[in-house]
C-alpha cells in the first residue's frame, strides 16, 4: 500500500545495512532513478563496511563521521583506520578532544577514548549497543550471575615525544551481578575521576586469585577520598574474572582457567614496561607513569 509509513524522518543511523553517512539532509539513502531497490555502492565503500565493525551504540555513527573524515571521504583509505597506527590515533584524540597529543610532555600520555574502538570491534558486536552487552556466567556457588560490558573504548598511551608506545580495545563492567561486584554508576564516576590523574603499575598478588600486572589511577576512589571514605579499586589488566576492573584486550589471552594465563600479560602491559625501562621480573611496588585523559566521541 502506498504511503503508508507515519509521516516523519526515519530516525535511525542505518536502514538495513545501508550507512547514512554525515554532509547530507537525507534520513534515507536517495538513489539515481533506477530500478526499485537498487542501491548502487562502490567496492571501496563495501570493503570499508566489511572490514569496519560499528556497533549500534549511539555514538557509532559520530564515531564513523570522524573515521571518514581523517580518511578524506577516501573508502580506499580504509586501512588507515587501525588501532596500532600512531597517526589514525593522533587524529582521532585531537577530534574527540580538541587537543593534540603533545610531542613535549613530561611524562607517558594515557588516553582513554570512550567510543573510540567503533570501527574495530569484532563482529559480532556489530548488532547491538556496544556501550551495553550483557554476558551470563555461573558463579562458584552455582548461581548464575551477569555481567555488562562497555565494549567500545579504547587505550593509547604515548611517550614523551609523542611516540605511540601502545593500544589496545577495552573490556569495561559496567556492572557484575556479584555480591563485590561493580555498579553502573560507581564504575561510571570512577573512570570519570581519571581525567588528569597519575597513572601507575603494580604487581597484584592477592592469595587465590590471578596474578597480574596492573595499570591504576590515584583517582581518590582508591584511597577513598573521592568517595565518602569507601575504597574502590579499578585497574586495567589482562582478561581473566573481574568484579569491576577493567580488561585490556589481547587477542593472544590464554583461557581462563589455564596455567598459561597466570603468567600472560597483555602486549600493551610489556610495551609500557619496556619503555619505562622496568624489568617486570624485579617490580615489587608502584611505579608511577604518566597521565591519564578521558576524552568521548560524543553521540
Known amino acids: 500500500m502506498g504511503n503508508a509509513r507515519k509521516p516523519g524522518p526515519v530516525c535511525s ?18 538513489p539515481p532513478p533506477l530500478p ?10 563495501f570493503a570499508f563496511d566489511r572490514d569496519h565493525a560499528y556497533s549500534l551504540a549511539p555514538e557509532a555513527r559520530r564515531k564513523r563521521a570522524i573515521d571518514l573524515e581523517i580518511i578524506g571521504g577516501d573508502y580506499t583509505r580504509s586501512s588507515d583506520i587501525r588501532i596500532d597506527s600512531e597517526d589514525y590515533l593522533k587524529k582521532l584524540i585531537a577530534i574527540a578532544s580538541g587537543n593534540a597529543v603533545s610531542g613535549k610532555a613530561k611524562r607517558m600520555q594515557f588516553y582513554v577514548v570512550r567510543g573510540g574502538a567503533e570501527g574495530m570491534l569484532p563482529d559480532d558486536l556489530r548488532g547491538i549497543n556496544a556501550n551495553s ?11 548464575p550471575g551477569r555481567t555488562i560490558f562497555d565494549e567500545n573504548d579504547l587505550i593509547a598511551v604515548f611517550a614523551p615525544d609523542g611516540t605511540l608506545i601502545g593500544s589496545a580495545r577495552l573490556r569495561r563492567p559496567t556492572l557484575v551481578s556479584a555480591s563485590a561486584g561493580v555498579r553502573g554508576n560507581t564504575a561510571n564516576r570512577v573512570l570519570a575521576a581519571w581525567d588528569g590523574k597519575n ?9 587465590g586469585w590471578i596474578p597480574y600486572l596492573g595499570l591504576a589511577v590515584d583517582d581518590g576512589f582508591r584511597d577513598g577520598s573521592a568517595n565518602q571514605g569507601r575504597h574502590v579499586y579499578i585497574d586495567l589488566h589482562k582478561q581473566e574474572q573481574t568484579n569491576g576492573c577493567i580488561f585490556i584486550v589481547d587477542p593472544a589471552t590464554p583461557a581462563v582457567g589455564t596455567d598459561e594465563l597466570r603468567t600472560f600479560e597483555p602486549a600493551l602491559i610489556k610495551k609500557i614496561i619496556a619503555a619505562k625501562g622496568l624489568d617486570p621480573a624485579k617490580l615489587k611496588g608502584r611505579v608511577n607513569l604518566g597521565t591519564m585523559k578521558v576524552v568521548a566521541v560524543s553521540a
Not at 543511523?13 to 536517495?30: F, N, P, S, Y
Not at 597513572?199 to 592469595?207: A, G, I, N, R
Request: proline share 4%; hydrophobic share 25%.
Open 13 to 30: 543511523t542505518r536502514v538495513g545495512d545501508q550507512w547514512i553517512d554525515a554532509g547530507t539532509l537525507c534520513r534515507t539513502k536517495t
Open 199 to 207: 597513572v601507575f603499575v603494580y604487581p597484584s598478588h592477592v592469595e
Open 36 to 45: 526499485a531497490g537498487y542501491f548502487p555502492e562502490t567496492t571501496a565503500k
Open 133 to 143: 552487552n550483557e554476558t551470563s556466567w555461573t558463579g562458584t556457588d552455582g548461581k
